[in-house]
Structure formats: C-alpha cells, structure tokens
C-alpha cells in the first residue's frame, strides 16, 4: 500500500521559511517522479513542483520559481520542499503525490 505521510507545516510571517518533508512507504521510492501540489481554501489543487526519480528535472509553478526547492533523498524514502520568502498567497494544504496517490497534506500559513 501506498503512503505518503507530509509534516512540516505550520504558522508562518510573510518573508520566512518552511522545510515541508514528505516521508513514503510501499512502493520503489528511487524509481518514481514525485510532486507538491496544494489547495488553498475554496480552491482547487494547484501543480508546485516535480522531480525526477533520481532528483533530476526539477521544475516549479511560476508562482513559486525562484522562492521553492524540490529534493529528495532516495536513501530515506523522503521528499522535501524547501520554502523561501513564503507569501500570503502561499497559504494551503500542501500534498505530495506519486502519479497516482497523494498523502494527508499539511498545512501552511502564511500571516502576519
């Protein structure tokens, strides 16, 4: 069975950084692409950032090119997203997804 279990999330100031960590189970982590998406409230899911299975072909929403960082550690079955200059409008449930699954998400808020 597939698991995707996220943590990270919290209560941010607009400006400051949160390190979302995605921890998996039940399926060949290393040989997978694996992505962030969020929902903000009353919104649908939005596309954030996708990697390759082997960390390479990065790539990022243009909302959030730039400020976002996507790695993985395939040794620890874990994928992260790094946020930098977090904003208002980053505010969300943030999920991370196989191809065909998602976890629980965690969430993010950005306020002052």
């Known amino acids: 069975e597939v698991r995707l279990v996220e943590s990270g999330g919290g209560l941010v100031q607009p400006g400051g950084s949160l390190r979302l960590s995605c921890a998996a189970s039940g399926f060949t982590f290393g040989l997978y692409r694996l992505s962030w998406v969020r929902q903000a409230p009353g919104k649908g899911l939005e596309w954030v950032s996708v990697?390759?299975?082997?960390?390479?072909?990065?790539r990022y929403a243009d909302a959030v090119q730039g400020r976002f960082s996507i790695f993985r550690d395939n040794a620890k079955n874990t994928l992260y997203l790094q946020m930098d200059n977090l904003k208002s409008e980053d505010t969300a449930v943030y999920y991370c997804a196989t191809d065909e699954a998602r976890g629980q998400g965690t969430q993010v808020t950005v306020s002052a």
């Open positions: 990697i390759g299975p082997g960390g390479e072909n990065a």
